[in-house]
């Protein structure tokens, strides 16, 4: 399953504010509703953190939220983001 996954890596809490932890206790739901969307569900904006590069300037990264990570790393959901089927997802 995905969410393992997503769990395994201990991520933090994207855009929405939602963690893990609190995906998890709502975790059938969750996927439900993931389920549903996938037909007409777009990613949503990632959460920009800056982080320290050197003695000058930062590098931004962007954190999506949980869902968006698990439908990435379900089959129908990499297929709708172009991403080939036999890609290894190292999220």
């Known amino acids: 399953m995905p969410f393992k996954h997503v769990k395994k ?4 809490a994207g ?11 709502h975790l059938d739901e ?3 509703r993931i389920h ?3 037909k007409t569900a777009y990613p949503t904006t990632a959460l920009r953190v800056y ?11 962007g954190i999506p939220i949980v869902r ?11 297929q709708a983001a172009g991403i080939p089927a036999n890609h290894r997802a190292d999220i």
């Open 30 to 32: 969750n996927i439900t």
């Open 36 to 38: 549903q969307e996938l």
């Open 15 to 25: 855009l929405d504010r939602v963690s893990i932890k609190q995906f998890e206790t």
């Open 9 to 12: 890596n201990k991520g933090k």
């Open 51 to 61: 982080i320290p590069k050197g003695r000058k300037g930062k590098d931004h990264s």
């Open 68 to 78: 968006d990570i698990v439908v990435i790393l379900l089959p129908i959901g990499r």
